[in-house]
């Protein structure tokens, strides 16, 4: 479903991104990629829409190599990728089904398929009673959900997820994540973005570990390992792990 | 700021039509005038009527000339005699001083020098005479006043375009977040340029339509003074169409408005 070989991104500054990475992700996944700020996540996922173009190397999505592909052929692309951002990115003058409805109408849908579609993924994350409210009226986690809900309308193969809980707390992060979880179980693609070791070592999925633009590490079962001098040993074939911060404090991660 | 975008493609529109009004009709004088002027062939002493009859054909059979006049020299005595009464006693010329004189018209104003230097070189041809000077300035400034336009017109559809395009620009990025949106759901980049398109065709074809207004009244006001201060200059546009110069301007303003508006969406949509 999604391949990257060899691919390096460079920015216009100097700054190098990925470098030289080879990936491979299977159709119905569900991927983290973790690693600290900056170490090329976001780069990684912004590949994978065409945000962005790779300095060298092939992406390929659903069979097409992305960074070859027209610019007139991106929003085809687009819509079959549904993308979850940090910031919700919804529209605040807007209702929660017209910001759903939204992402269906650019796309030349008709009223009716707007009209079959919206309320079918708002019940899918659980916001159909809420269809009428504005975002500024939502908690976190009912914006991100609403997020997810536009993401996912346009029935996209892949949704990809840019720290998708970095503003929510603990309650609302479990439940976006059960709700991807939930969405990954339907035969959706799933690739996060995050630095939430939390969330990560709870689920126990597939962890791809990036540093200074490379794959440091690719478990299948996943744990996430805060990487710094300071930090303590992690075990990872373990069933419980404390890790010291370098502060005299320590944190217990657990299956 | 599209009162701004509006504003200034009615100037345009305002400016262009009156630049364009007055050097068609001046261009239509300017022709009449210079489509009216003879070229004069004075006969030496020695010619007869046969002659002058004899080059009357010839020069007939030249096809850059229109027309020729013969003239008899009896013919133009009668006429400087009723040029000149009351001023002077004609009766006291007791012979006849003029030549035999052709009126010779040119069928293009612009062969006037090359057909004058043919009919100079014929026989018992003494002189020929025409608004030399006159039809070289008049062509030149015609000329010029081209040129001029030209630059003129450029640089205020080139201002106009500039700012309606500066007016979509902002318009744009007040609504970045929903077009950020729009692209990333995967709308087409025609669907998110279209209503920027109707905006700049709104902008240059209400700035249009207003111009127009603006022009009727002040023509409205304006000719039929122009017309009384000025009797002894031919003004008239019979020559233009006034609702088809109306529809052009318009046109043009929509233009403006549409290719400024397209270039500006244009823009961001690739960065």
């Not at chain 1, 600290?36 to 092939?58: A, D, F, I, M, V």
């Not at chain 2, 759901?185 to 207004?213: H, K, M, Q, W």
Request: net charge positive; charged share 20%; with cysteine.
């Amino acid at each position: 479903m999604i391949s990257l070989r060899g691919v390096t991104l460079i920015y216009p500054n100097g700054t190098r991104a990925l470098d030289g990475v080879d990936l491979e992700i299977a159709k119905g996944s569900f991927v983290f990629l973790v690693g600290h700020s900056g170490t090329g996540k976001s780069s990684l996922l912004r590949l994978l829409y065409r945000e962005q173009l790779p300095s060298s190397g092939e992406v390929v999505v659903d069979n097409i190599r992305v960074d070859k592909l027209k610019r007139s052929r991106v929003p085809a692309l687009r819509r079959n990728v549904g993308v979850v951002f940090q910031d919700f990115k919804l529209l605040a003058e807007r209702t929660v089904w017209e910001n759903v409805a939204f992402a269906l109408q650019v796309t030349g849908a008709r009223t009716r398929d707007v009209m079959r579609q919206v309320p079918r993924v708002l019940d899918l994350v659980g916001l159909a009673h809420k269809s009428r409210v504005f975002p500024n009226e939502l908690s976190g986690g009912e914006q991100q959900r609403t997020a997810i809900a536009r993401a996912l309308v346009n029935n996209p193969k892949i949704l990809l997820c840019d720290e998708p809980s970095g503003n929510l707390d603990p309650v609302n992060t479990n439940e976006i994540m059960d709700l991807l979880h939930r969405i990954n179980l339907k035969g959706t693609t799933v690739v996060i973005a995050t630095h939430n070791a939390l969330v990560v070592d709870r689920m126990r999925r597939r962890v791809i570990r990036l540093e200074h633009g490379k794959i440091l590490a690719d478990e299948e079962r996943g744990f996430y390992h805060v990487t710094t001098t300071e930090a303590g040993a992690i075990d990872a074939a373990g069933s419980a792990t404390r890790v010291n911060n370098g502060l005299g404090q320590s944190t217990l991660f657990s299956e | 700021m599209q009162l701004t975008a509006i504003g200034t493609v009615t100037i345009m529109i305002v400016l262009l039509g009156t630049f364009l009004f007055t050097q068609e009709t001046l261009g239509k004088i300017g022709g009449d005038i210079v489509r009216q002027i003879e070229i004069s062939v004075f006969l030496n002493d020695k010619a007869t009527p046969a002659d002058a009859r004899a080059l009357t054909l010839a020069l007939r059979a030249d096809p850059q000339v229109k027309a020729v006049v013969y003239i008899p020299k009896t013919e133009g005595l009668r006429q400087m005699r009723e040029l000149l009464r009351g001023q002077i006693d004609t009766s006291l010329l007791t012979i006849n001083p003029l030549p035999e004189k052709l009126r010779v018209q040119v069928v293009d104003p612009e062969s006037v020098h090359a057909v004058a230097a043919r009919i100079v070189k014929k026989p018992n041809v003494a002189n020929v005479e025409y608004q030399r000077d006159a039809v070289e300035r008049l062509l030149r400034l015609s000329e010029v006043m081209g040129r001029i336009g030209l630059g003129f017109i450029v640089l205020l559809v080139l201002t106009a375009a500039i700012i309606i395009s500066n007016t979509i620009r902002l318009t744009v990025y007040a609504r970045r977040r929903e077009i950020a949106i729009m692209q990333l759901v995967g709308a087409s980049n025609t669907y998110i340029r279209l209503p920027f398109i109707c905006e700049g065709f709104i902008d240059g074809f209400l700035g249009a339509l207003l111009a127009l207004v603006l022009l009727a009244v002040g023509r409205w006001q304006l000719w039929p003074k122009l017309l009384s201060a000025l009797p002894f200059i031919p003004l008239h546009d019979a020559g233009i169409d006034l609702r088809l110069f109306a529809l052009q301007l318009l046109g043009v303003g929509a233009a403006v408005g549409i290719v400024a508006s397209w270039i500006s969406v244009g823009r961001y949509l690739r960065t």
